[in-house]
T-cell receptor
Framework: DAMVIQNPRYQVTQFGKPVTLSCSQTLNHNVMYWYQQKSSQAPKLLFH???????NEADTPDNFQSRRPNTSFCFLDIRSPGLGDAAMYLCATSRDRRFSYEQYFGPGTRLTVT | TQLLEQSPQFLSIQEGENLTVYCNSS?????LQWYRQEPGEGPVLLVTVVTGGEVKKLKRLTFQFGDARKDSSLHITAAQPGDTGLYLCAGYNNAGNMLTFGGGTRLMVKP
């Protein structure tokens, strides 16, 4: 049974056209993360929600926003995608933020910007 | 900023060979995780090590956490084509609230 679900799996958008990626979880975890992963690189944390508390990484561009309307869903909004934003976007969850709680990843959404 | 360096970055071996992947840092981590990621999929957690010197085995995979909790290794015995993928180590800082990923090791096992 899928625990972290990402839709769509593949997304094509045009340069500058806003796009939203979605993530849902059936684990009832408190924390949801968004990572960006470019080809052959490690995942890079963009931000995370601890319950309703939004935590942005210092180097995450303002172009990236997130919403978490409830425990189960979290969205990644890219307001004006550039060619450099083409990447795999990974959603992950954990029960809590402390190290004893493992992160579970979704399958990712591969974003192409034309 | 805590950094994790993985080596080698790329590894191509024949089926049946053994291999070791290393994950090193100058910082202490409260725990370290290993993930395997297949193309087009998200990382899948393989193991978490918490105690310095800890060794965990998962079938043909052996994971070790360094005594000082600054490094870790993954050893695969008799590699199989199904082991092909990107192996990522990731460590939690001492506060336990930030997970840092290494750069990954891309493994290809040829039949």
């Amino acid at each position: 049974d899928a625990m972290v679900i990402q839709n769509p799996r593949y997304q094509v958008t045009q340069f500058g056209k806003p796009v939203t990626l979605s993530c849902s979880q059936t684990l009832n975890h408190n924390v949801m993360y968004w990572y960006q992963q470019k080809s052959s690189q490690a995942p890079k944390l963009l931000f995370h929600y601890y319950d309703k508390d939004f935590n942005n990484e210092a180097d995450t561009p303002d172009n990236f926003q997130s919403r978490r309307p409830n425990t189960s869903f979290c969205f990644l909004d890219i307001r004006s995608p550039g060619l450099g934003d083409a990447a795999m976007y990974l959603c992950a969850t954990s029960r809590d933020r402390r190290f004893s709680y493992e992160q579970y990843f979704g399958p990712g959404t591969r974003l192409t910007v034309t | 900023t805590q950094l994790l360096e993985q080596s080698p970055q790329f590894l191509s071996i024949q089926e049946g060979e053994n291999l070791t992947v290393y994950c090193n840092s100058s910082s202490v981590f409260s725990s370290l995780q290993w993930y395997r990621q297949e193309p087009g999929e998200g990382p899948v957690l393989l193991v978490t090590v918490v105690t310095g010197g800890e060794v965990k085995k998962l079938k043909r995979l052996t994971f070790q956490f360094g005594d000082a909790r600054k490094d870790s290794s993954l050893h695969i015995t008799a590699a199989q084509p199904g082991d092909t993928g990107l192996y990522l180590c990731a460590g939690y800082n001492n506060a336990g609230n930030m997970l840092t990923f290494g750069g990954g090791t891309r493994l290809m096992v040829k039949p």
